[in-house]
């Protein structure tokens, strides 16, 4: 079973520019979730899909960040413009069912870099 | 105050050593307790889970929790150097989004 695979691994962008990032869950899994670590803090929640519609979009930090998952397969995570703290490591994890975060896959993430 | 609060480290113990790692939490409404080991540029995998209080065993590794004292702990017995990695602790509500502490960086020493 192929796991949660994000593209591009890495990401070098300057401020103003914009990204897209893509995650494709394990096949079958109808939960997506996109998480991000800054430097030094916390892995932190951004939103969860439900196939393709948006069950919590409770951690989205602002209206430059705009995820999509079109079909209910795989999902973007698009910031317009890029800014110095938009710095981290996004990852995405995929669950068959939703749960309490025992039954995530993580990515390997995308290191993105704003300069 | 931070939801779960957890010393980053570094750790650095012999091989062959107990390790135990822990974490301090506030919301009295997490139900779900987790452990999960992360090496450098992969994503966090899933270690050791426990639901509300008590203790988990798998192989090497121990996992207790300790709700009225919002205290979790990770043990590691007979440590290895492939045991060396982030071990990040997370909490949630039901089925919900994961509330991460910071992560302790441990190495083991051959």
């Known amino acids: 079973e192929a796991g949660v695979t994000q593209f591009p691994s890495h990401s070098v962008i300057e401020k103003g520019q914009t990204v897209t990032l893509r995650c494709d869950p394990i096949?079958?899994?109808?939960?997506l979730y996109w998480y991000r670590r800054v430097m030094g803090k916390e892995i932190k929640f951004l939103l969860h899909f439900v196939k393709e519609s948006k069950q919590d979009e409770s951690g989205m930090p602002n209206n430059r960040f705009l995820a999509e998952r079109t079909g209910g397969t795989y999902s973007t995570l698009k910031v317009q413009p890029a800014e110095l703290e938009d710095s981290g490591v996004y990852f995405c994890a995929s669950s068959q069912n939703p749960t309490g975060g025992y039954g995530y896959t993580f990515g390997s993430g995308t290191r993105l870099t704003v300069v | 105050q931070k939801e779960v609060e957890q010393d980053p480290g570094p750790l650095s113990v012999p091989e062959g050593a107990i390790v135990s790692l822990n974490c301090t939490y506030s919301?009295?409404?997490?139900?779900?307790f987790m452990w999960y080991r992360q090496y450098s540029r992969k994503g966090p995998e899933l270690l050791m889970y426990t639901y509300s209080s008590g203790n988990k065993e798998d192989g090497r590794f121990t996992a207790q929790v300790d709700k009225s004292s919002k205290y979790i702990s990770l043990f590691i017995r007979d440590s290895q150097p492939s045991d060396s990695a982030t071990y990040l602790c997370?909490?949630?509500?039901?089925?919900?989004?994961?509330?991460f502490g910071k992560g302790t960086r441990l190495h083991i020493l051959p």
């Open positions: 096949s079958g899994h109808d939960n």
């Open positions: 919301n009295s409404a997490f139900q779900y």
């Open positions: 997370a909490m949630s509500w039901r089925d919900d989004k994961i509330i």
